[in-house]
Structures are given as C-alpha cells and as structure tokens.
Nanobody
C-alpha cells in the first residue's frame, strides 16, 4: 500500500519560510517522479513543482519560481519543499504526489498517488 505523508505546514507571516516534507512508502521511490500541488479555499488543485527521479531536473510553476525549492533524498524516501518569501496567496493545502513515469508533468491526473495534504497559512 502506497503512503505519502506530508508534514511541516503551519501558520507563518508574510516573508517567512517553511519546509514541507513528504515521506513515501510502499513504492519504489527512486523510480517515482514526485510533485507538489496546492489547493486554496474555493479553488482547484494547482501544480506547484515537480522533480525527476534523480533529483537533477525540476519544473516550477511561475508563481513560485525563485521562491520555492524542491529536493529529494532517495535514501530516505523523502521529498522536500523549501518555501521562502511566503506570500498570503501561497495559503493553501499542499499535497505531495507521485507518478510511476518519467516526465515532470503538471497535470494532476497523471499522478497516481497522493498524500492527505498539509495546511500552509500565510498571514499578511
């Protein structure tokens, strides 16, 4: 059974930083493309960032480029999302996702596995 468990969310102020983690089990992590999506209140789930199996290639949404950094540790089956210079518009539930395919897809339906999400709230 595949499990993705996010952690690290919380309430912060504008300009602060947070680091999210996603611990994976039940899948061959080193062969899984990993991604982060987010869903703000009243909005659809949107792509944030994805990382290749090796960690060498990344793809960011324009809205988070230069502020967020994704990384992974295949020895620990964990993917991270470092979020700096947070803005109120970053407020959302953040979801970790995995897909058993290459390619840094930004499409939600191309990810087979999802975590339960972690809340990030940025106050102004």
């Amino acid at each position: 059974q595949v499990q993705l468990v996010e952690s690290g969310g919380g309430l912060v102020q504008t300009g602060d930083s947070l680091r999210l983690s996603c611990a994976a089990s039940g899948l061959t992590f080193s062969r899984s493309t990993m991604g982060w999506f987010r869903q703000a209140p009243g909005k659809g789930r949107e792509f944030v960032v994805a990382i290749s199996t090796s960690g060498k290639i990344t793809r960011y949404a324009d809205s988070v480029k230069d502020r967020f950094t994704i990384s992974r540790d295949n020895a620990k089956n964990t993917v991270y999302l470092q979020m700096d210079s947070l803005k109120p518009e970053d407020t959302a539930v953040y979801y970790c996702a995995a897909r058993n395919a290459l390619g840094l897809s930004a499409l939600r339906y191309e990810y087979e596995y999802w975590g339960q999400g972690t809340q990030v709230t940025v106050s102004s």
